[in-house]
């Protein structure tokens, strides 16, 4: 017999004057979504507008209203997250809101099949297998398949674990996911669909589960035990949901169903949704209406970040977004230096532009870490930070490695400087050791050898399959001794690596790019030991006659813009904003991409309270596409003067 309990409704007087003190701490649109009677709600939340805050106050309010604490459930994005908006709702209210269900999607749904997890014949006692753990099982299958035998080229398990991650979480077919994002092994199809096959019959028969098996099993007992699915309606009578843009398939699944009585709030920005390569889908948050039927949408638009000088500038270019909630995010703050476009003749000068202005900015008084430089892909940085290197500036950088930091750009060094200085044996260590056959030991023999004779000495080692690549490795070497420029001698080495590093690394596509970045730096060097100098300075020397001397711990902040979301700083450059760089020439073809590169770009644009300063290069070969690039970004280029100021750099004299 179901039970219908009757709650005392709050005395009307403390009621309204909770609701009085909640209308002097939050502004208008704030207090509506804080207050909002029961029933779907759907807030889109502007950037720097207050989200959180807001809706640590619906969660007091509710439970101020004689909502049961344990009876809200709040799903965010980590585990952080949750527990300090309870803390601070707790301090808002009182201490049982410390008592609200809070927490991942991950950790509730484990709780949730731990108590009923015995319908999908899921063990209570279940391990869950953490990303490593994964990864060696798939490893161990790998092997029992014979797909790890030398010789063979198959995906690592690291990239097929990311694959069978994004088919649970997209909800897509293996064959789909792989021509998605992994069509280089599409001739691997049926050697990937039975080691999928072979690692969930794995996991089942040891009553193991990994991350994406935790919302896979938790939207397979809802949509099909109904029984259950009540119980948790019964239990979670007002679900919360934070970062909702940021939600993937089976996520926005798993709320339609936990919502289905429709007491459900879900508050996000679809201008901020930006991670689809995590598998996030932008169309949950556009759907919400028609997940739930009568939904009230919110809109929080006063921004507390920025100056509106800034702002201007981000309604212009998300007002061109193609779907959307429209909204136009406004401040009090009065006045603001209005955002500079910035050209210059080539990525050299941008780079000493930036470097140049971020001195001056510290001179003004301006902390380095209240200053960043965003960019759009890690490897759009490479010439800044050498630059940066130049001038003792430091910096950290999130998103990414630093340059001389890849491996693949490692394995390009290593080979330059074998050319400056044929004595280098730790770089022809490396070089060697990229060789199919050569391990460490065989390396220290031909090493030993060739020092002794010279680098002809190692055809005596060109036996078997060694044979022809080492053979390729000499003619290269003399090839690029040949060239008459820095560009010249790093192209004669990628003819011959690319093939080396596509058999080394199954994200190769991505990583050339970087070496053809690397390649468009080295156009500004004549001196191929220059070049390597540059490369190699310490990035992290303490700031000379800039910085006082309690602050040597002071760092610049260089990030990409995914990793920035969230962020705030009083200045921002944003790098590289050239068409066909940002966005990326790649997604000019697909619309939902180049919508997504345009949310990016409003997203870098909003992280600015103070000064936001946007450059390009012009003149740039793309060497994929064969195109010279010139225009600046088309999310800016037709924004007016009067809203983005457009510099032209000139030298001094």
Request: glycine share 6%; with cysteine; charged share 30%.
């Amino acid at each position: 017999m179901k039970k219908y309990i009757l709650r005392e409704p709050p005395k009307q007087a403390a009621l309204d004057s909770f609701r009085a003190a909640y209308q002097s701490s939050l502004n208008e649109q704030q207090f509506q979504v804080a207050t909002a009677p029961d029933g779907p709600a759907l807030v889109i939340a502007g950037a720097g507008s207050g989200k959180t805050r807001t809706l640590i106050y619906r969660l007091a309010w509710l439970v101020h209203c004689g909502v049961k604490p344990e009876s809200i459930l709040l799903l965010t994005f980590t585990r952080r997250a949750a527990q300090e908006m309870l803390k601070r709702a707790a301090e808002l209210l009182d201490e049982r809101c410390r008592r609200v269900s809070g927490g991942t999607f991950h950790s509730v749904a484990a709780a949730i099949l731990r108590r009923y997890g015995k319908a999908l014949g899921l063990s209570s006692s279940f391990t869950i297998l953490d990303r490593s753990d994964a990864e060696d099982v798939i490893q161990l299958l790998r092997g029992e398949l014979g797909l790890s035998e030398k010789g063979k080229r198959f995906p690592k398990k690291g990239t097929l674990s990311d694959l069978f991650s994004k088919v649970q979480n997209k909800l897509l077919t293996l064959d789909e996911a792989v021509e998605a994002e992994y069509y280089h092994f599409t001739d691997q199809i049926e050697l990937i669909r039975s080691l999928f096959i072979r690692y969930q019959k794995y996991k089942t028969d040891r009553h193991l589960v990994d991350y994406d098996d935790l919302l896979v099993d938790l939207y397979a007992l809802l949509s099909e035990h109904a029984s259950i699915r009540e119980a948790l309606a019964e239990q979670y009578k007002h679900l919360l949901v934070d970062e909702y843009q940021d939600t993937n398939k089976i996520q926005g699944e798993i709320v339609r169903l936990l919502g289905r009585d429709g007491r459900v709030m879900a508050v996000g920005d679809d201008a901020q949704s930006i991670y689809s390569f995590r598998g996030a889908d932008f169309q949950n948050i556009l759907r919400f209406p028609q997940f739930f039927p009568g939904t009230q949408v919110y809109k929080l638009e006063e921004n507390y970040r920025s100056t509106q000088a800034v702002l201007d500038l981000a309604n212009t270019v998300i007002a061109e977004s193609k779907q959307q909630y429209p909204k136009r995010l406004f401040t009090r703050k009065q006045g603001g230096m209005k955002p500079a476009l910035v050209r210059a003749q080539e990525e050299s000068e941008q780079s000493r532009f930036v470097a140049q202005k971020i001195l001056e900015l510290r001179e003004e008084g301006i902390p380095l870490s209240e200053i960043a430089v965003l960019f759009r892909s890690s490897f759009h940085s490479f010439d800044l930070e050498i630059e940066l290197a130049r001038r003792n500036l430091p910096f950290e950088k999130r998103g990414g490695f630093k340059l001389v930091e890849t491996a693949h750009v490692k394995d390009v060094m290593s080979h330059l400087r074998i050319l400056a200085n044929p004595s280098d044996a730790v770089s022809w260590n490396r070089l060697l050791l990229l060789i199919p056959g050569i391990g460490p030991r065989t390396s220290q023999k031909m090493i030993a050898k060739m020092l002794q004779e010279g680098r002809e000495a190692l055809r005596g080692f060109a036996r078997g399959a060694q044979a022809e690549p080492i053979q390729r490795l000499l003619e290269m070497l003399t090839q690029a001794e040949g060239a008459d420029s820095v560009t010249g001698r790093i192209e004669r080495v990628m003819e011959y690596y690319l093939p080396l590093m596509k058999n080394k690394y199954d994200d190769h596509p991505k990583r050339t790019k970087d070496l053809e970045h690397l390649l468009l730096i080295s156009e500004r060097y004549r001196n191929l030991s220059r070049f390597l100098s540059d490369l190699a300075l310490e990035p992290d020397a303490s700031i000379v006659d800039v910085a006082p001397a309690d602050a040597d711990q002071e760092k610049l902040v260089l990030s990409t813009i995914h990793s920035a979301k969230g962020l705030e700083w009083r200045v921002v450059f944003i790098l590289w904003a050239l068409d066909g760089y940002f966005p990326s020439i790649y997604s000019f073809t697909h619309e939902a991409e180049l919508e997504e590169e345009r949310r990016l770009m409003y997203v870098a644009i909003t992280r600015a309270k103070e000064q936001l300063y946007l450059s390009y290069p012009i003149r740039v070969f793309h060497r994929a596409s064969h195109a010279v690039l010139t225009k600046p970004s088309r999310f800016i280029e037709p924004v007016p003067e009067e809203i983005l100021e457009p510099w032209v750099l000139s030298e001094e004299g």
